[in-house]
């Protein structure tokens, strides 16, 4: 775990902790402090020489149980400070910003790790929540002081101090909203997360956070908003962006909550992506429509425009539906609405009783009439039949329906020419009778 952001390096361990060489762990001699006695300083004296970080933790606890109240009992407790995070120790880390805080209350650097780890820690406990939030409040209340204007360094420029301020304080509202949301407020959450992205607008972890909270709040009507969080969370690149691994899941994620949402459009989804990682928030009034809402549009217009098969169709889902059977029995010898089909087979091929049409398709089998009396003639697969008939048999799997249908109630079947006749032979002239 990387305890240290950068900009936090340079400036917390540059010119704000005061009264240590950190590099060294040399401590500054200050008017009116002094040693004890000769055993404490000679405490001290082995712990500037140690160099492995678990003795000089060792030699801090010794000189902190022998002498709790020393005069450099300061400079001790940020001692651990900058032990922990050389080790990534990051429970060790945050028990001794505790220990220095109250020693100094305001301590910049303790509030900043506290601040951090209340999340990283996963400190979800009421004393947790306590610490993090009295912790980014007093972070957030000390920018002032510690941004100080006065206090720039030297090499730094104005827009890098106010950069660096916005990062403390993005963590400080992260923090905040952190709590609120493992508190279940998920509405005071949003407000920290949204405040966090004003201030430092490429931090993915925060649209994430974000696009959860408002998921949390069970707001039918937001799910596009959610939904343009994790789109952004799991596409934007640079410095703010998560892991590459968290990167993949985190847009994988999104993908899979669109594909529920709004069904397998992706040509809309890469367009939200793209506008996603473009600005932090969606344009007011972003919807992402429904599939149930396109289905019923489709639906609406696939009805006007195919009337026929729309009804076709709609008994035929009745039937394959769970209760299908019990449909199928109001269902069968009752004469049906009239369809079309393709004609995919005939049984004989000529003068046929049984012919087998494609509905909802051009070549799938689904529909066998069966007539009284054969058909004259042969037509060619692929020709158009309309037909109204009583219901007979019905299949599930495969879908397969047989109808009962009169002759002058099919359409569609080829006239067939009629025989041609024989010619008709004229009659031999009769012969003269012989003259006498």
């Known amino acids: 775990m990387k305890l240290f952001t950068q ?35 000679e405490l001290y004296t082995q712990y500037t020489k140690a160099t492995a970080p678990d003795q000089q933790i060792q030699l801090l606890n010794q000189w902190k149980e022998k002498y709790p109240e020393s005069d450099y009992k300061l400079e001790r407790a940020q001692a651990y400070l900058v032990i922990y995070s050389k080790k990534n120790d990051a429970a060790g880390l945050y028990a001794a910003c505790k220990d220095l805080l109250a020693v100094d209350p305001k301590s910049f650097q303790a509030l900043y790790y506290l601040t951090l780890l209340t999340v990283s820690l996963n400190k979800n406990d009421a004393a947790g929540f306590d610490t993090g939030i009295k912790a980014a409040n007093g972070l957030i209340g000390a920018l002032d002081a510690t941004y100080d204007p006065a206090k720039k360094p030297a090499g730094t420029t104005d827009a890098q101090w106010k950069q660096q301020r916005n990062d403390i304080e993005t963590q400080a509202l992260k923090t905040l909203g952190w709590v609120e949301w493992q508190k279940k407020n998920f509405k005071e959450a949003e407000k920290f997360f949204a405040k966090a992205l004003e201030l430092s607008p490429g931090m993915a972890e925060i649209s994430s956070f974000l696009g959860t909270v408002i998921v949390m709040q069970k707001d039918p009507k937001r799910q596009a908003e959610a939904m343009w969080h994790f789109a952004r969370a799991g596409n934007i690149d640079g410095p703010g962006a998560l892991p590459p691994t968290n990167r993949t899941q985190m847009a994988g994620y999104f993908a899979r909550s669109y594909t529920a949402y709004a069904g397998d459009d992706k040509k809309e989804m890469n367009e939200i992506i793209e506008k996603a990682k473009a600005s932090v928030m969606p ?14 549009k489709n639906e609406e217009k696939f009805k006007a425009e195919n009337p026929m098969l729309f009804q076709y169709m709609g008994i035929k889902k009745a039937l394959l539906a769970a209760d299908g059977d019990s449909y199928w029995g109001n269902l069968k010898d009752a004469e049906l609405p009239t369809f079309k089909g393709k004609l995919v087979s005939t049984k004989p091929e000529t003068n046929p009783k049984e012919i087998v049409l494609a509905v909802e398709t051009a070549d799938q089998p689904e529909i066998t009439l069966v007539l009284e009396k054969p058909l004259r003639g042969k037509a060619e697969v692929g020709t158009e039949i309309e037909f109204t008939g009583v219901a007979k048999e019905f299949t599930k799997e495969p879908f397969t329906m047989k109808l009962e249908v009169d002759a002058d109630k099919l359409k569609g079947w080829p006239v067939q020419a009629a025989a041609p006749k024989a010619p008709v032979k004229k009659a031999a002239p009769a012969k003269k009778a012989a003259k006498k």
Request: proline share 2%; glycine share 10%.
């Open 283 to 296: 344009p007011a009034g972003f919807e992402i429509e429904s599939k149930e809402s396109k289905m019923a």
């Open 7 to 41: 900009s936090f390096r340079k400036i917390v361990l540059g010119g704000v902790v005061a009264g240590m060489l950190l590099s060294t762990g040399t401590l500054y001699s200050q008017a009116a402090k002094s040693w004890k006695d000769t055993a404490e300083y």
